[in-house]
């Protein structure tokens, strides 16, 4: 070997070809191959969206998610392992899926900071009532669901390793009532209603809903071999919540996104340590703040950063979770089954309490096809039941599809309505 490198250097001095054998073959550098993995996952998505104008029925942030389920193993890796086995190495996945936690955690962080608990109490009757029904009655529907795949197909194909059927049960059901609180935000932006008092009231409604989603899945990931730590977190976070609130208060505004985001991290690893998950501990971390001292412009723009330069890494990784080994027939089986559940729910809920309430013609439909948008907050929502091992990945990959579905058809049957109802957007309740 030695003589062989002597022989190729002698070659190179006298100008000769510099010849490797294949066997010598040195890969690139980690650093190069993420480049690359980053000009995929930018690049694609948004040629697809501008070039295709998609803006309508699949806003950039939908391409985007469907842009990672293409670009995993199930397709495109299938389709072309070299590239896949090429660009995306353990260790470029293990940088990626670390940027996608940071990702995570700031955009759920904000949903939590954006919620308005005090108009929802202003006005806690009509608004109780909706998001009570906005949310049970799709999380009623949707566990059902659950009990159709169960009851029909083997259950291994769902349920994880570490899972229980009620845990299988009540995720599901939980995942088909979620909304999506900051994607609604940046749909009503596109409708130009997200100001007007309509807005308000699905954002009230969707609030509400933001949080039971979230106790929910406490309850869901509960551990009783840990519910000390569990219990200790939550105590310790109600006492911090007291000291952190003042302290944020105090400080100069310029100070106060570095203290946030150190109180972000901290929830987040104390809730992971607990046995939560981290992403409970960052919804927490924003619930707990008054969106008052960041600014509301401010935050737009911050959550507008998270969504360009940070979230199509987490679209990525999670496209790197689907998986097709149940059969592609069976799995969008399955997500059709579980869009129905969302959809008839949704709407079955918010008609109802529509009838009650005494809604005007059509108001039921357009705010019930609103707070279908769920995108971004299922799909983390699933995550986490993926990561505890209750849901199966061919679970993971129905569950995917359907959100990706439901929030494509928000905005199409939503725009039309608007037009005709120019009335609704200055009814605040």
């Not at 006298?14 to 980053?38: K, N, V, W």
Request: aromatic share 12%; proline share 4%.
């Amino acid at each position: 070997m030695a003589r062989c490198g002597q022989i190729h250097l002698r070659a190179w001095l006298r100008g000769g070809p510099l010849l490797i054998p294949a066997a010598m073959h040195i890969a690139p550098p980690a650093s190069e191959l993420f480049l690359l993995a980053l000009i995929v996952i930018f690049a694609l998505p948004w040629a697809v969206w501008r070039l295709g104008h998609t803006d309508y029925w699949a806003p950039l942030v939908v391409v985007q998610i469907v842009g990672g389920i293409l670009l995993g193993p199930g397709v495109l890796g299938a389709m072309f392992p070299a590239y896949y086995t090429t660009i995306f190495t353990p260790q470029v996945i293990g940088s990626l899926n670390g940027i996608a936690w940071w990702a995570v955690m700031l955009f759920v962080f904000v949903a939590g900071l954006e919620l308005d608990l005090r108009q929802a109490w202003k006005w806690r009757g009509e608004t109780g009532l909706t998001a009570g029904l906005a949310l049970g009655v799709p999380l009623l529907l949707g566990a059902g669901a659950a009990l159709i795949l169960l009851e029909f197909s083997d259950r291994a194909l769902w349920i994880g390793p570490d899972g229980r059927e009620w845990q299988f049960v009540a995720g599901t059901g939980m995942a088909c009532a979620v909304t999506a609180l900051p994607i609604l935000v940046l749909f009503m932006q596109k409708l130009e209603i997200l100001r007007t008092p309509l807005g308000q009231r699905i954002l009230r409604y969707a609030s509400l809903d933001d949080v039971a989603i979230w106790g929910v899945l406490a309850l869901i990931l509960l551990d009783w071999e840990r519910v000390t730590r569990q219990l200790g977190f939550l105590i310790g976070f109600a006492l911090a919540v007291v000291l952190v609130r003042k302290f944020i208060a105090a400080i100069p505004a310029r100070d106060r996104w570095y203290v946030a985001l150190v109180w972000l991290a901290a929830c987040g690893y104390l809730a992971d340590w607990s046995g939560l998950h981290f992403m409970v501990g960052a919804f927490l971390a924003g619930a707990a703040l008054d969106a008052d001292w960041f600014g509301i412009e401010e935050i737009d723009r911050f959550r507008d950063t998270v969504l360009l330069a940070f979230m199509p890494v987490f679209f990525l990784s999670t496209g790197l979770r689907t998986s097709w080994e149940m059969g592609g027939y069976a799995a969008f089986a399955a997500a059709a089954l579980l869009l129905a559940a969302m959809i008839a729910g949704k709407l079955a809920g918010i008609g109802l309490a529509g009838k009650l309430l005494g809604w005007g013609k059509g108001e039921a439909w357009t705010i019930g096809w609103l707070l279908q948008t769920k995108a971004l907050i299922m799909i983390i929502f699933v995550n986490v039941l993926f990561d505890k091992q209750i849901v199966t990945s061919g679970a993971f990959t129905a569950l995917l599809l359907a959100a990706v579905g439901s929030t494509m058809l928000s905005i199409p049957m939503v725009a039309p309505r608007l037009k005709d109802l120019a009335a609704l957007k200055t009814k605040a309740g």
